[in-house]
T-cell receptor, first 111, second 114 residues
Framework: GQNIDQPTEMTATEGAIVQINCTYQ??????LFWYQQHAGEAPTFLSY????GLEEKGRFSSFLSRSKGYSYLLLKELQMKDSASYLC????????????FGKGTRLSVIA | SAVISQKPSRDICQRGTSLTIQCQVD?????MFWYRQQPGQSLTLIAT?????????ESGFVIDKFPISRPNLTFSTLTVSNLSPEDSSIYLC???????????FGQGTRLTVV
């Protein structure tokens, strides 16, 4: 089976740094994705990792350790608009195949 | 990147009726994926739509309830049939980017069944 775990909720302060963790157990691995989803909207792509290490993209970074089945999304210089759900998803099969999603982490940024 | 136009963006439907959701992609894609997101939950794959063949459904989803059409490489529809309040969800279509390093979503259809 496929299992992706991430915390349900997190709260962080504006201007701070927050790390959202994701662990996965899937039948295969061909990439890990992070999405941001504001309430009532579709998910927006944030990052993709397929090799171990850190991928940095502006205020957002994503890390992957395949041997540990572990990823995190790091958000720096938090802004109020970063309040959203963050979804971790794994592509278990190669090629043009669907993603398996975690339940999402609802992040609240407070002043 | 791929741009997906999904409609309707929202609808309120009566029990027992059906709703058809359309997704149009601005480029040709082999596979299109349909997901459901129930309130407060994450995305669950309903089926994979491949042009020229029947859709492949995930466990718990059947063709009679969720018929899918895929007439060409840029378009697909998902119908949610015989609606009940439990079908109230957001439905999303998705495609993979050319390099498989991205997956794009339509704007979503928020369905409320009354």
């Amino acid at each position: 089976g496929q299992n992706i775990d991430q915390p349900t909720e997190m709260t962080a302060t504006e201007g701070a740094i927050v790390q959202i963790n994701c662990t996965y157990q899937t039948s295969g691995f061909n990439g890990l994705f992070w999405y941001q989803q504001h309430a009532g909207e579709a998910p927006t792509f944030l990052s993709y990792n397929v090799l171990d290490g850190l991928e940095e993209k502006g205020r957002f970074s994503s890390f992957l350790s395949r041997s540990k089945g572990y990823s995190y999304l790091l958000l720096k210089e938090l802004q109020m608009k970063d309040s959203a759900s963050y979804l971790c998803a794994v592509r278990a099969l190669s090629g043009n195949t669907p993603l398996v999603f975690g339940k999402g982490t609802r992040l609240s940024v407070i002043a | 990147s791929a741009v997906i136009s999904q409609k309707p963006s929202r609808d309120i439907c009566q029990r027992g009726t059906s709703l058809t959701i359309q997704c149009q992609v601005d480029s040709q894609v082999t596979m299109m994926f349909w997901y459901r997101q129930q309130p407060g939950q994450s995305l669950t794959l309903i089926a994979t739509a491949n042009q020229g063949s029947e859709a492949t459904y995930e466990s718990g989803f059947v063709i009679d309830k969720f018929p899918i059409s895929r007439p060409n490489l840029t378009f697909s529809t998902l119908t949610v049939s015989n609606l009940s309040p439990e079908d109230s969800s957001i439905y999303l279509c998705s495609v993979t980017g050319v390099a498989d390093t991205e997956a794009f979503f339509g704007q979503g259809t928020r369905l409320t069944v009354v």
